[in-house]
């Protein structure tokens, strides 16, 4: 749910990274952390188990410039991938505004990615949220590794939708921000249409 | 859910702002606390008072909001609604959260000039004048459905923040 204060006119919104374990979530805000100017992002929270893990999220602020005199804040959440952390993720997409799913590219993990988007659906569907509404990026992550499953067959799988798809490499930056981009408009034009 | 009218958005004008701004204040001064923070459930920092230029206001009011969620899923789990406080004690700084209509929360850091039950009364009062500027906040948000700074928002608009 968007917060927008007219008093220190600002727009803020909350967009959750998901995807299964391991696929590069945290990786992509490490990268924004990383390649934004520190004016223009807050400090990012990695709440993580030792073996730096997301044990129950990420979060990172970053401002996005003006719109009509208004600051835009986008609050950047990823959950932790592992199957056994379904409450955590569940309570990470309380008030979520736009939602980018990390798919893993490699052929290996594609039942992974597929277990992860309908454990997603389930979940916005036990928040209140139409999980056909709701507005969604695809990210086909890890696109430099061997035995790649094809962008085709990743969009065969995942993207009934047909929402923006997005290939990256989050460790090397490629596609990432292309990839926030993308979902910021979505948020923006749903918070604009208002209502879900 | 916060406005019936407008389920995706939590609008806040400068009068609403600035009574909870005073609500603050007050609260501040009648409990001896350090700082105040009030955020929403999902985390936005919607006002404080106090010392606030030495703690990271972004971060803590995610954390608070994590932490009040998480302890909602452990209630949950034992057959409670919720925990409507939390209290978390350190060696020098002290840290009371409580739920406000079960949708705002109050964050109170006091240090040894306050004690626990001194900040608990003060906030009991504090929240329930919050509840009061919650509800108004509400019906203007119902007054109010269509005509702000979102639906008058371009294409070009959302453009220009990508040049």
Same mark, same amino acid.
């Given at each position: 749910?968007?917060?927008?204060?007219?008093?220190?006119?600002? $727009?803020?919104?909350?967009?959750? &990274?998901?995807?299964?374990?391991?696929?590069?979530?945290?990786?992509?805000?490490?990268?924004?952390?990383? #390649?934004?100017?520190?004016?223009?992002?807050?400090?990012?929270?990695?709440?993580?188990?030792?073996?730096?893990?997301?044990?129950?999220?990420?979060?990172?602020?970053?401002?996005?410039?003006?719109?009509?005199?208004? *600051?835009?804040?986008?609050?950047?959440?990823?959950?932790?991938?592992?199957?056994? &952390?379904?409450?955590?993720?569940?309570? $990470?997409?309380?008030?979520?505004?736009?939602?980018?799913?990390?798919?893993?590219?490699?052929?290996?993990?594609?039942?992974?990615?597929?277990?992860?988007?309908?454990?997603?659906?389930?979940?916005?569907? %036990?928040?209140?949220?139409?999980?056909?509404?709701?507005?969604?990026?695809?990210? &086909?992550?890890?696109?430099?590794?061997?035995?790649?499953?094809?962008?085709?067959?990743?969009?065969?799988?995942?993207?009934?939708?047909?929402?923006?798809?997005?290939?990256?490499?989050?460790?090397?930056?490629?596609?990432?921000?292309?990839?926030?981009?993308?979902?910021?408009?979505?948020?923006?034009?749903?918070? *604009?249409?208002?209502?879900? | 859910?916060?406005?019936?009218?407008?389920?995706?958005?939590?609008?806040?004008?400068?009068?609403?702002?600035?009574?909870?701004?005073?609500?603050?204040?007050?609260?501040?001064?009648?409990? &001896?606390? *350090?700082?105040?923070?009030?955020?929403?459930?999902?985390?936005?920092?919607?006002?404080?008072?106090?010392?606030?230029?030495?703690?990271?206001?972004?971060?803590?009011?995610?954390?608070?909001?994590?932490?009040?969620?998480?302890?909602?899923?452990?209630?949950?789990? $034992?057959?409670?609604?919720?925990?409507?406080?939390?209290?978390?004690?350190?060696?020098?700084?002290?840290?009371? $959260?409580?739920?406000?209509?079960?949708?705002?929360?109050?964050?109170?850091?006091?240090?040894?000039?306050?004690?626990?039950?001194?900040?608990?009364?003060?906030? #009991?009062?504090?929240?329930? %004048?919050?509840?009061?500027?919650?509800?108004?906040?509400? %019906?203007?948000? %119902?007054?109010?459905?269509?005509?702000?700074?979102?639906?008058?928002?371009?294409?070009?608009?959302?453009?220009?923040?990508?040049?």
């Amino acid at each position: 749910m968007s917060f927008i204060n007219y008093s220190s006119r600002e $727009i803020n919104c909350k967009i959750v &990274y998901y995807g299964p374990g391991l696929c590069g979530k945290t990786t992509n805000l490490q990268y924004i952390f990383r #390649r934004m100017n520190p004016g223009d992002r807050g400090k990012m929270i990695s709440l993580a188990t030792e073996t730096e893990r997301t044990l129950f999220f990420d979060f990172l602020p970053v401002s996005m410039g003006e719109i009509r005199g208004f *600051k835009t804040r986008f609050h950047l959440y990823t959950v932790p991938g592992q199957v056994f &952390y379904d409450a955590s993720r569940r309570l $990470i997409l309380r008030g979520v505004d736009g939602v980018v799913f990390c798919a893993d590219s490699q052929i290996t993990r594609m039942d992974s990615n597929l277990e992860s988007f309908d454990n997603l659906r389930i979940n916005l569907r %036990e928040q209140g949220y139409d999980p056909d509404r709701i507005p969604l990026v695809l990210q &086909y992550n890890k696109r430099d590794v061997n035995s790649l499953a094809s962008v085709s067959e990743l969009h065969a799988l995942l993207n009934y939708r047909n929402v923006p798809e997005f290939e990256a490499v989050a460790s090397t930056g490629v596609g990432v921000f292309e990839t926030l981009k993308g979902i910021i408009k979505l948020v923006l034009i749903d918070l *604009k249409k208002g209502g879900r | 859910m916060v406005s019936p009218m407008n389920q995706n958005r939590f609008i806040l004008h400068e009068k609403e702002y600035n009574e909870f701004q005073s609500v603050l204040k007050k609260l501040l001064i009648d409990s &001896y606390a *350090k700082v105040v923070f009030l955020v929403d459930k999902n985390g936005s920092l919607l006002s404080s008072a106090g010392e606030t230029e030495d703690f990271d206001t972004t971060s803590l009011a995610s954390l608070a909001a994590g932490n009040i969620a998480a302890t909602g899923g452990l209630a949950s789990l $034992i057959g409670e609604k919720e925990f409507s406080i939390l209290f978390h004690e350190g060696q020098r700084d002290n840290m009371h $959260i409580s739920l406000v209509d079960n949708r705002l929360i109050l964050v109170v850091v006091f240090d040894g000039r306050s004690s626990i039950g001194l900040v608990r009364l003060r906030v #009991r009062r504090a929240g329930e %004048e919050l509840g009061r500027i919650l509800k108004a906040v509400d %019906e203007t948000a %119902e007054r109010e459905e269509e005509g702000g700074v979102i639906e008058e928002l371009t294409e070009a608009d959302i453009e220009s923040l990508f040049k």
